[in-house]
């Protein structure tokens, strides 16, 4: 645990001072290859015709518990809508592989993902990057509500959809 809470204080302290990004001028994402549980990889910009909504987490974090239920919910319901989830374990010496199977998640997991967390500016777990379309960045955030309507409004203004109120129910478009 206590290397656990190390690595949450480097990362904010590296976050804070580096000054590069995934930001370029042009706002696109960096690129980036990563492994995945199934053995093979994932990269950011075979998805430039999808909305991307990209989820730091590991399994020893008790708030990507508490989302990661949510994140499943958003690939269900916008996938066939032009959503790519790729969720990127960091800072993990658990099992990822028996986390993903014994919750029944079925979206995207890459794995090693810490040496992009400076490029997505990633201060702790989780952290979310929604990217629209050609991999523009779209919005970024630190939350752990399964249920957000910040996260769910920004998934659908990156594909293109109208922005749920808030006090309405949810609906299928």
Known sequence: MMKHLINHFLAVVITALISTSAWSQDRTAADFTLKTLDGNSVTLSDHKDKAVLLVFWATWCP???KLLPGIERLHQTYQDKGLKVIAISVMDDGD???YIKKYGYSFTVAVEGDAIMNNFMVPATPTIAVLSKNNQWHDHMNISDPNSLKL???VRTALGL???AANADKKED
């Open 63 to 65: 708030y990507c518990k």
């Open 96 to 98: 990822p592989r028996a």
């Open 152 to 154: 769910e409004n920004s």
């Open 162 to 164: 109208e922005p749920l």
